[in-house]
């Protein structure tokens, strides 16, 4: 175990992707074993923070005070068994799927951000482009080895119900609280899990470093599609592509049914010129799309099917890009990843703070999200871009005010905030609450929803040690 | 005025590659148009939008897989292919590889070949060069610009040169190779996609392009190695003293420089 305690040591720990400042701790420790962790565990008393890659927005791996854990050395990848794989939870998403590229298996969850640990995916319950159809990262785990603060430890697997007993390898074992909470229906990452009769497992995926810690985890993986239908499509006004949406869905398990529905709005296609000049010069909003084909036989019907129904929409489809091969596929993958990428390169040359939502509503709202969107920035008249899963109904929206505006940006958010509420939305669908959400939290929950939650942090760790200042 | 665009298939740039054998083994990764190639499609498509009469014919030497990037290619654009294969062809070397190029030439009516300025699998940057010596036309290499005379007898080619560029006036026919910055490669469109298929692509072995003299000139590899692995970087972090004292403590005491 490496135990460090120079602030030089320290410091790159005390930052994640987005903008919090102001972390500190005493100490860093790095276990090259789960026992060894869990013996640490047991003779420790300070409060705990776990670090994963440190490529999550909410600062919720940035402690203030106690210790840093840190899993880098857990950082093994096993075979390929069933479509079963265990992995260390410092294995990150590109060594994985760089892995499992000659192995004919897939896996499906993609944030964009590939750098990020597993570990930080189970945290976050993180999701990608493909979680339009496949689901997120927690559809896709099978089991875990689970340490506790207090240094239990136990296997924890799909299966095992919230009605029975958690029990650990020390015979000891936790009953779930009696609660009334429930999660929202809609895409959410926004607090803990909480679903009547759920697997225990469940409840730890989503939760943001504050009730367990992920050693191990085994992953559930899928035959990898033989191809995928892909493309870049233009639009001349944002409202034909956001007409197409309803279109698209009300396909869903026929010939036309895509994986990714992502969208760009024409500020963030200005953006994209610095990087990609092919993009048609009068398009005003874009979406990408893609279709998994799971035997190559099937590849023509498919791309067909596309041709038909795209043709009857007013989509600008002569400039329109389609995948002729994974290279092409990966260069559309990068089109959507330099979005945030070029935005948070603008926001430091200009040492402007970006405020981005994450919110996402029920599918009935997706027009009415739309239409308010577009008014409410239109009247505040700040410069924004937006982008992001338009298939989920969740947009990122990157208000980038001046920093005269900044008032403004916040009153936009709140009435966003306000909006999407009402609707029973979420205010966190992809990147969680951690230490920056938290007064929208309590908005979108109440105190009553925070008390459930308090009941179940206090069963897993009464102290509260662990990811102190995450969620609650 | 027709044109011919010579398109070689290459492993994806971004391909892990490993050595098993004294072989390149990339087991997962996919194959692509050589990327020096797609200028060279890129740019006989956007000549044919301005001279609609335009015929492109694309010429590919190489084994069945060979066929997704002829079929990308007639997507960009193109409106037919040759597709030369035949074991035959395995391994031959740039001198002779332009021969059978050459020969399968001379039975395509044309006014223009392109060519990408080199193969990034093998970078020898000889075909292209070899292809207009056979074919006795002259060529022009690493060319970033194209400009045609009003009745396309003539272009002004500009080439990249050490610090600058070069302009030559040459007539037609002439063989060019292509460079990075003369265009931007499209991605096709579903209307190319679909026209793709309806394109003739014609297989010929090396009885049908009569080359049955080619010889030996074949590249036997001896060994093959990956470069040595580079030592990771560190990056320091924290207040500027602290950083430069760390710095000074690496260079002394671990890599013992000073
Ligand atoms: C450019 C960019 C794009 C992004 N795109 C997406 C996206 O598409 N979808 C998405 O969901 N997210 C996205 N994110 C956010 C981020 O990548 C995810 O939240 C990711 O899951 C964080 O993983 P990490 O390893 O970096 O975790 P960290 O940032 O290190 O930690 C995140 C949380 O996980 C906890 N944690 C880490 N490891 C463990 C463990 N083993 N056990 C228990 N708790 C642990 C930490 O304590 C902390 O609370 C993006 C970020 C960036 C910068």
């Known amino acids: ?472 | 005025m027709k044109i011919i665009v010579c398109v070689k298939q290459v492993l994806d740039t971004a391909a892990q590659i490993q050595i098993e054998n004294g072989r390149v083994v990339s087991p997962g990764s996919s194959r692509i148009i050589n990327p020096y190639d797609e200028f060279a499609i890129e740019e006989a498509v956007r000549i044919k939008e301005k001279k609609p009469d335009t015929e492109i014919t694309l010429l590919s030497l190489g084994p069945e897989g060979v066929k997704d990037s002829i079929k990308k290619a007639l997507a960009m654009g193109a409106d037919k292919a040759v597709h030369l294969m035949d074991a035959k062809f395995e391994g031959l070397d740039s001198y002779a590889l332009a021969q059978v190029l050459a020969c399968a030439i001379e039975k395509i009516p044309y006014d223009l070949i392109l060519c990408g300025r080199q193969a990034v699998d093998v970078d020898r940057a000889q075909t292209g060069p070899a292809l207009a010596t056979f074919l006795d036309i002259p060529f022009v290499t690493v060319v970033t610009g194209i400009e045609f005379s009003d009745d396309f007898q003539n272009a002004k080619i500009t080439r990249q040169v050490e610090g600058g560029s070069e302009v030559r006036e040459l007539p037609l026919p002439l063989l060019l190779t292509c460079q990075k910055g003369l265009n931007e490669p499209r991605l096709p469109s579903l209307k190319g996609i679909m026209a793709a298929k309806k394109k003739e692509v014609l297989t010929l072995s090396a009885l049908d392009v009569e080359t049955l003299d080619i010889g030996d000139n074949r590249v036997i590899e001896e060994n093959l190695c990956l470069p040595p692995e580079r030592k990771k970087g560190i990056i320091l972090q924290g207040s500027e003293e602290e950083i430069s004292g760390e710095l000074v403590r690496l260079l002394r005491e671990e890599e013992k420089i000073i």
Request: hydrophobic residues 40%.
């Open chain 1, 1 to 472: 175990m490496i135990r460090k305690t120079e602030p030089a040591f320290i410091a790159p720990y005390l930052r994640d992707a987005s903008n919090f400042s102001g972390g500190s701790a005493e100490e860093i420790v790095i276990p090259e074993t789960s026992d060894e962790l869990a013996i640490f565990l047991q003779n420790e008393i300070r409060p705990v923070t776990i670090a994963g890659a440190g490529t999550g927005l909410t600062a919720s791996r940035i402690p203030s005070g106690g210790i840093i854990i840190s899993l880098e050395l857990l950082n093994k990848i096993g075979e390929v068994n069933e479509g079963r794989i265990q992995v260390g939870p410092a294995v990150t998403l590109n060594e994985l799927q760089s892995f499992l590229i000659p192995s004919g298996w897939f896996y499906p969850p993609n944030p964009t951000e590939t750098w990020a640990s597993l570990g930080g995916t189970l945290a976050t319950n993180a999701s990608g482009s493909r979680s339009y159809k496949y689901g997120v990262t927690r559809d896709f785990v099978e089991e875990v080895e689970l340490v506790l603060l207090d240094g239990r430890k136990t296997v924890l697997k799909r299966g095992l119900k919230i009605t029975e007993p958690l029990k650990f390898e020390d015979g000891s074992q936790i009953l779930f609280p009696d609660i009334s909470y429930q999660s929202p229906e809609c895409k959410n990452a926004a607090g803990y899990f909480v679903r009547p009769g759920m697997d225990w497992l469940d409840l730890f995926i989503g939760s943001d470093g504050t009730l367990g810690i992920f050693t191990k985890i085994v992953l559930r993986l899928l035959p990898c599609p033989a191809d995928f239908v892909s493309g870049i499509l233009f639009f001349t006004e944002e409202r034909s592509c956001w007409k197409l949406i309803p279109k698209i869905k009300s396909f869903k398990g026929q010939k036309i049914d895509p994986c990714s529905l992502e969208y760009f709005d024409h500020n963030a296609l200005d953006r994209l010129k610095s990087k990609h000049n092919n993009i048609p010069s009068h398009s005003r909003a874009a979406l990408f799309f893609e279709q998994d084909v799971l035997e190559l036989k099937n590849y023509d019907l498919v791309m067909e099917n596309w041709y038909e129904f795209l043709s009857a929409e007013n989509i600008m489809l002569d400039d329109s890009w389609f995948a002729q091969g994974t290279k092409d596929i990966k260069k559309f993958h990068d089109f959507r990843h330099d979005v945030p990428i070029i935005i948070n390169e603008e926001n430091s040359r200009a040492g402007r703070v970006k405020l981005g939502t994450d919110m996402a509503v029920p599918d009935k709202f997706f027009m009415p999200m739309m239409e308010f969107y577009q008014e409410t920035l239109k009247i505040y008249g700040l410069d924004y871009v937006m982008f992001g899963h338009l298939g989920d109904n969740h947009l990122h929206i990157n208000l980038l005010p001046e920093e005269s505006q900044n008032d403004k940006a916040k009153q936009v958010y709140d009435q966003m905030v306000d909006q999407i509420l009402e609707w029973r939305g979420t205010i966190s669908a992809e990147h969680g609450i951690g230490k920056l959400k938290k007064k929208y939290f309590e908005k979108m929950i109440g105190a009553d929803g925070l008390n459930d939650l308090r009941k179940i942090k206090a069963c897993l760790d009464p102290d509260n040690r662990l990811g102190t200042g995450n969620i609650l």
